[in-house]
C-alpha cells in the first residue's frame, strides 16, 4: 500500500475584509516501494480503425505495431482487452464480451488478432467507450485504465451525445487520449481525457506511436493504488472558489465535486504510482477581525473509506501590511502557470478565426508568463507559432507559415506545467 504525505504551501496572513483564501497542496506517493502489492487492474486499447487509419497504410500497420508493444508491457493476471473502432464498436480480443487475465498465450492471441485489422468505415467514440465501460464492467474492483487512439473528428455522433456518454462513464475508468496526424480536434479529445482523467497529446508521426504506447502503459502498471479523493472540508458559511490540479497538468476539478456532507466534498484524483502532484485550493469564508484565526479547509487523501494523509488550509486577519501584502510564491506561479494555457487556448482560437489583434495580444502574454516561470518546453513550443522579439515583455510577432502539427503540439500541451524552481522568491 502506497504511503502519501502532504506539504500545504499559502500565504496564511490576510488583511481586514479579505475573504479568498489560497493555498496549494503538494500531494506526494511513494508508489508502495516499488509496486508491490499493486492492486488488480485492467486494461482497454482502444483503436480507430476507420477509413482514414488505412492511409496511407503505414498508419495502421504502425498502430498494430504499438498496440503489440502495449500488449507486451501488460503484466500477468491483469485483465485486458483490444477494441476496434469505427463508426461502431466492436470487440476485437477476446470477442466473447469479457476481458482475459494477460498471459504468455493471451498476449500472443491479442496480437495474432491486431493482423486482421483493416481501415474502414467511419469514427463514433462514443460507442467505443460505451463498449470500454461494458467490458470494464465484466471485472468488478479493478483498477480501470484505457489507451484510445484517434486520426479524425467523431463525425458520427453529436456532441450531446458524446457528453452524454462520458457523464455516464466518469469515475468508473481512466482513459489517455492520443491523435494521430493533424485530422482530429485538441478540443473533442482533451474533453474526454478530462472527463475521464487522462491525459491528451499528439502523435505526429505513426512511427512515434509505439514508444508513445510503451510509456503510457508502463506508467498505468506502475500504479500502485486503486482509486484516491482529495477531500475538502469546509466550515460553516464557507464555500469553495475552485479545486484544480496544478501539476504536472492543469486539470479542473471543481465541478467534479461528490458531496459526502454538507461541509465535505471528494474531488476525484484516479490512480497513484510513485509519484508527486500539487493542487490550488481556493476557499471564500466571512472576513475576521484582526487577529482572528480560523482553519478555512482540511484537505486529505481518501482511499475507500481510509483517510491517507491531510492538510490544514489556515486564515489570519492582520492590519500589518508587509504580512498580509506577501504573495506565496506558489500560488502566484501556479496561478501565472493557469494563465499560461488560458492565453495560449485563447490566443490559437482566435488566430483560427481570424482575430489576429486578440490573437497577437494572447500568445504575446503567454510567452512572458513562460519565460518569467521558465517553462522552456512551452516556449519552444510557442516559437514554432510565433517571431518572439522580446520575452519579458511579451513582445511578439505572429507567424503566417506556422504548420499544422506545430500548433496542435502547442494547443494538445499547453496544460502541461513546471514546478516551482528551488531558491524562487
Not at 253 to 280: C, M
Not at 343 to 356: M, N, P, S, T
Not at 359 to 381: H, I, P, Q, W, Y
Request: glycine letters at 10%; hydrophobic letters at 40%.
Amino acid at each position: 500500500m502506497s504511503t502519501f504525505t502532504t506539504e500545504c504551501y499559502q500565504n496564511e496572513y490576510l488583511p481586514l475584509g479579505a475573504s479568498e483564501v489560497n493555498a496549494i497542496v503538494t500531494v506526494t506517493s511513494d508508489g508502495a516501494a516499488g509496486g508491490i502489492n499493486q492492486p488488480d487492474a485492467a486494461e482497454i486499447v482502444i483503436l480507430d480503425t476507420s477509413g482514414s487509419m488505412g492511409v496511407p497504410r503505414r498508419k495502421l500497420e504502425s498502430a498494430r505495431e504499438a498496440t503489440s508493444v502495449a500488449i507486451d508491457c501488460i503484466r500477468d493476471g491483469v485483465a485486458f482487452g483490444v477494441i476496434a473502432g469505427t463508426d461502431v464498436a466492436r470487440a476485437l480480443y477476446p470477442t466473447d464480451g469479457t476481458l482475459v487475465p494477460a498471459s504468455a498465450q493471451t498476449r500472443a492471441e491479442a496480437k495474432g488478432a491486431l493482423r486482421r485489422l483493416k481501415g474502414e468505415g467511419g469514427t463514433a467514440i462514443g460507442s467505443w467507450l460505451t463498449l470500454a465501460g461494458t467490458l470494464f464492467a465484466t471485472v468488478p474492483g479493478r483498477s480501470c485504465h484505457a489507451i484510445l487512439l484517434t486520426d479524425g473528428e467523431n463525425q458520427h455522433e453529436s456532441d450531446e451525445h458524446l457528453d452524454g456518454v462520458l457523464s455516464e462513464l466518469e469515475g468508473r475508468f481512466q482513459c489517455d487520449c492520443r491523435g494521430v496526424g493533424t485530422d482530429w480536434r485538441v478540443s473533442e479529445l482533451r474533453r474526454i481525457a478530462s472527463a475521464l482523467l487522462g491525459s491528451v497529446d499528439i502523435i505526429a508521426k505513426p512511427e512515434d506511436m509505439a514508444g508513445d504506447f510503451r510509456a503510457l502503459m508502463h506508467t498505468a502498471m506502475g500504479k500502485a493504488t486503486g482509486n484516491v479523493s482529495l477531500r475538502l472540508w469546509t466550515p460553516q458559511g464557507a464555500s469553495v472558489a475552485f479545486v484544480r490540479q496544478v501539476a504536472p497538468t492543469i486539470e479542473e476539478l471543481t465541478g467534479r465535486a461528490v458531496q459526502v456532507d454538507a461541509r465535505t466534498a471528494d474531488y476525484p484524483t484516479s490512480t497513484w504510482g510513485p509519484e508527486s502532484r500539487d493542487y490550488h485550493v481556493c476557499i471564500n469564508v466571512h472576513p475576521g477581525e484582526a487577529g482572528d484565526e480560523m482553519l478555512a479547509g482540511r484537505v486529505s487523501l481518501v482511499e475507500g473509506d481510509e483517510t491517507r494523509a491531510h492538510a490544514l488550509v489556515k486564515a489570519i486577519w492582520t492590519e500589518d501590511q508587509q504580512l498580509s501584502t506577501h504573495i506565496n510564491r506558489e500560488v502566484a506561479h501556479y496561478t501565472g502557470q493557469a494563465e499560461l494555457a488560458d492565453c495560449i487556448q485563447e490566443g490559437l482560437e482566435a488566430r483560427k478565426e481570424g482575430d489576429l489583434a486578440t490573437a497577437t495580444f494572447k500568445l504575446g502574454r503567454a510567452v512572458k508568463l513562460a519565460a518569467e516561470s521558465g517553462n522552456d518546453g512551452t516556449m519552444k513550443l510557442l516559437q514554432a507559432v510565433v517571431e518572439v522579439d522580446d520575452p519579458a515583455t511579451g513582445t511578439i510577432r505572429l507567424r503566417h507559415d506556422v504548420a499544422t502539427v506545430d500548433e496542435m503540439s502547442l494547443d494538445t500541451r499547453s496544460t502541461i506545467t513546471v514546478r516551482v524552481g528551488p531558491g524562487a522568491t
